[in-house]
């Protein structure tokens, strides 16, 4: 949420403020495979086993990142801007290699 806010709960009613380490924007966190991973503004990642402890990883942008999502052995952040950011471990994160151009 807004200023890195991050709400836990475990019944859907009360709710706990977690420190995210950040007062960025946060837009999406996603779970897959024992790990939550949030993106924000200014190209904030952060990841968590927990949802709880939450450490800042390095995006190597800083350009607002809008979504995270999971799919075929990847994490993929992506930005307004065709930006996108990839990691198999959502630790390191990296641009895609783009694909030869035929000319």
Do not use: M
């Not at 779970?31 to 949030?38: L, Q, R, S, Y």
């Not at 350009?63 to 075929?72: A, D, G, K, P």
């Amino acid at each position: 949420g807004y200023d890195g806010v991050i709400r836990t709960s475990t019944d859907a009613i009360k709710w706990r403020i977690q420190n995210s380490h950040t007062r960025e924007r946060l837009q999406k966190v996603i779970f897959h495979d024992g790990i939550f991973v949030a993106v924000g503004w200014s190209g904030v990642i952060l990841t968590s086993p927990n949802g709880k402890d939450w450490t800042k990883r390095n995006s190597g942008i800083t350009e607002r990142l809008i979504s995270v999502e999971y799919q075929t052995n990847l994490f993929c952040a992506s930005a307004p801007n065709r930006v996108i950011r990839v990691s198999t471990d959502a630790v390191r994160w990296n641009s895609p290699h783009a694909p030869a151009v035929s000319r």
